[in-house]
């Protein structure tokens, strides 16, 4: 990148600026005209990955992008992912949380992190209605920050990616680490995040659960009559991943804020408090994922979640799966 269009960048600060009023906006979506050209049919996203890259970490400077490998930016995601599945030899799903709340993906290979994104959204950067230019850049931001945590996770010498906990560490260790991702992007990524984007992720914890209730209720249901709990824990964790890796983003904001989730959005969090959920939102919950993350570049292994699915136990046993853990393994019954 040229000296110029470092020196374009330079008066940029997310952190002052104030997304509802318009000139400020202006002022954003203005200056990246400037880099990248008023057409956005035309623009150049590969240059637009470094501007943003370049204002993200002097707005973050501690982050971590040692793994970053390059950006992958596709017009349609779905054609995106199946060519970079076909090159790396291997199936890449997007997930409906992808696809619903992000639009963008990182994907994990032995050399490094690679994500993957629609060309809309660097569009948005010069072509969108107010408050797009910084969504995207928060988008982006939150994007990263997976790439940080990543990078911070492999140069860690305690962590083992392996299942090494307790048995119950092990079978929660999917949807918790779903939610630890998307806790600790959002939470990292909280200055440069819009109040209305906020909302609207915590609201859709709210949208979404009656669907992932539905879902669990079926699984429940077709358990009765196969037998195979694995195959229930399977669907369950699926299901689960998709609620708890939403309710991460509005954990990671409010504690980037400072705030607690009932300040943040009175009407949402009652409604959750008489959910099954209820057991993550309580302060001792809270306390637990805030030690993760002030130790996280620490961790000795996977059993730093132990406390953690200890709640998370409590989230199955509130759908009605009661699980006694003990020492060296699991029961779970289904009344």
Known sequence: MSAEHEDLLTPISIAEQNPNESNEEASLTSTFRELLGSDSATMDCQLAAKCVTMLIQRLDPALDLSRLLRWVVAEDIYEGAEQLAAELGREIRLTKTENSTSGGRIV??????????????????????????????????????HVHDEAVRKSMPGWHDQMTGRPLTNRMFGPMIWLWDEYSANRRSTKTIQPDVERYQFELVVKEYPTVRENVAKAIESWRDHGDMGQLFSELTSSFGHLFKLLGYSLGSAAGRGISLEQFDPVSYQFL???????????????????????????SGIEVFDEFAETCRLVFWDVGIQ???DHDRLRAKIP
């Open 273 to 299: 408090r008489e959910t099954w959920l209820a057991s993550l939102l309580e302060e001792e919950s809270i306390e637990q994922l805030n030690t993760l993350y002030e130790t996280f570049g620490s961790w």
């Open 108 to 145: 994990e290979t032995a050399e490094g992190s690679i994500l993957l994104l629609p060309a809309s959204t660097f569009r948005y950067l010069i072509d969108g209605p107010e408050g797009m230019a910084q969504f995207t850049i928060n988008l982006l931001h939150h994007e990263l920050c």
């Open 323 to 325: 699980i006694h853990a």
